[in-house]
């Protein structure tokens, strides 16, 4: 099962994280991820993926650090 997490790190905005902790998650991510979605991974290992659900108009350099940092705790945290 594909996990579904909001980060509200920064002020009140809830931004959209969604985890795979398997091969087969991470399958469904690739099969139904979103063109905007940024993808986090751990390079050379095996890990989680981890995909970022960047919101319409908005682009990488828009991402706060917090987020960002949430998102690359979570491809940690899943391994």
């Known amino acids: ?3 579904c997490f909001t980060s ?9 994280i ?7 998650e991470n ?3 690739i099969k139904h991820g979103w ?3 940024i993808w986090f991974h ?5 890990s989680a993926h981890v995909y970022f659900r960047l919101r319409k108009g ?3 350099e828009d991402i706060p650090k917090e987020v ?11 391994r």
């Open 1 to 3: 099962m594909v996990f």
């Open 8 to 16: 509200s790190s920064v002020n009140s905005s809830a931004y959209t």
């Open 18 to 24: 969604y985890v795979g902790k398997d091969k087969y």
């Open 27 to 29: 399958e469904d991510l």
């Open 35 to 37: 063109p905007e979605d």
């Open 42 to 46: 751990v390079d050379k290992l095996s």
């Open 58 to 60: 908005k682009n990488i």
């Open 68 to 78: 960002l940092m949430d998102c690359a705790h979570l491809v940690k945290a899943a």
